[in-house]
């Protein structure tokens, strides 16, 4: 699955619906366009099950790394067969952060299962999913019109999507999530 879709792509492309032509490689670019845009954003974007393996020091919180977190599943110990009710956890959707409300502390390393994502997708990540898929489009297939000559800005200069990802699609999608680990 993808955060759009083969009949969004070919519409952004102005891509008449009857003409399949291309859309073996059109539907390979539309996979591909999720991996993109949530490393960019350092964000889950499509829901789907997530799994991360964490060191926790019996604490009543913990990080989880992948968000927006939608949902906890489980939470089990790797070494032994502790497992906490995630019944009495409440995840921030947005940070990320998992608080014990009853029960034992988590301890020790633990798998915890969770869904991750936006449900539903926002609109502005479609738009820039498909200001990029259309750039790619062009540029691979020759279609982009004249090259254009510019100064690249300091702040491009420490990006490093600076030269594939258009700057309307970094308009639609807005700035990165900080990463802090």
């Known amino acids: 699955m993808s955060i759009v879709t083969l009949e969004e792509a070919k519409k952004q492309l102005k891509i008449l619906d009857d003409d399949t032509a ?3 490689e059109l539907q390979a670019y539309v ?7 949530e490393e960019y954003k350092h964000e889950v974007i499509e829901p789907r099950e997530v799994r991360e393996d964490l060191e926790v020091r019996a604490c009543r919180r913990f ?18 067969s502790m497992t906490w009710d995630v019944s009495t956890m ?6 990320g952060l998992v608080r014990v409300l009853s029960g034992p502390p988590v301890s020790g390393l633990v798998e915890v299962v969770f869904q991750a994502g936006y449900s539903p997708i926002p609109d502005r990540y479609k738009r820039g999913a498909l200001v990029i898929i259309q750039h790619v489009w062009e540029t691979q297939r020759g279609k982009a019109g ?3 000559g510019g100064v690249v800005g300091p702040e491009e200069l ?23 680990g």
């Open 63 to 80: 990080r989880l790394w992948n968000v927006p977190v939608l949902s906890l599943t489980s939470v089990t110990s790797v070494v032994g």
């Open 158 to 180: 420490h990006s490093k999507f600076f030269y594939s990802v258009p700057r309307k699609a970094l308009e639609w999608l807005g700035a990165p999530r900080p990463v802090v």
């Open 146 to 148: 004249p090259v254009r």
């Open 31 to 37: 996979d591909a366009i999720t991996t993109v845009v």
């Open 90 to 95: 409440r995840p921030n959707p947005d940070t």
């Open 22 to 24: 291309a859309d073996e």
